[in-house]
């Protein structure tokens, strides 16, 4: 690996340890804003399309792309997902423990749509997060850790 110094070293080690599989240089900025876009589009379209071999899809509960609200299979009432990237990581009382956005996609396709949830890491878990992620553009994030 490049020797690395300042921010670039940090980033580097943060990006490492999250277990993303490159890091963006600036003069790699197009070919990254390519593939985040990408990652978002597929996203979108495993959103609205892909059961994971459930009950449905995303959108069975989150309508409209997760941009208005929805309900669960139970009839409880969700809001949209339009910042909700910007809720996590944080606790749940359900499984007590702090949990990833990755997770929670996870538990969505596991529990309400009674699929099989992408690997943790998978291209399709990826995308679902990063998609979803898109969605909270501009919203102000760490609120949790207040």
């Known amino acids: 690996m490049a020797r690395r110094t300042g921010s670039k070293l940090c980033a580097a080690l943060v990006v490492a340890a999250l277990g993303v599989p490159f ?6 900025a197009p070919a990254g804003q390519a593939a985040v876009q ?30 208005d609200a929805g309900k669960l299979p139970n009839g409880k009432a ?42 943790f890491g998978s291209p399709d878990l990826v995308a679902l997060d990063t998609y979803i992620t898109s969605l909270s ?7 949790q850790f207040e």
């Not at 990652?39 to 994971?52: I, M, N, R, T, Y």
């Not at 956005?101 to 690997?119: D, E, F, M, N, Y």
């Not at 553009?137 to 609120?143: I, L, P």
């Open 137 to 143: 553009k501009g919203v102000v994030m760490g609120r």
């Open 38 to 67: 990408q990652a978002v589009q597929k996203g979108a379209d495993l959103f609205a399309h892909e059961s994971f071999g459930g009950a449905g899809t995303c959108e069975t509960c989150h309508l409209n792309g997760g941009r």
């Open 78 to 119: 969700i809001p949209s997902l339009i910042g909700a990237a910007a809720a996590f990581p944080r606790y749940s009382p359900r499984v007590q423990s702090v949990i990833t956005l990755s997770q929670q996609i996870a538990r969505c396709i596991g529990g309400a749509l009674k699929g099989t949830p992408p690997a």
């Open 23 to 28: 890091v963006v240089q600036a003069a790699d």
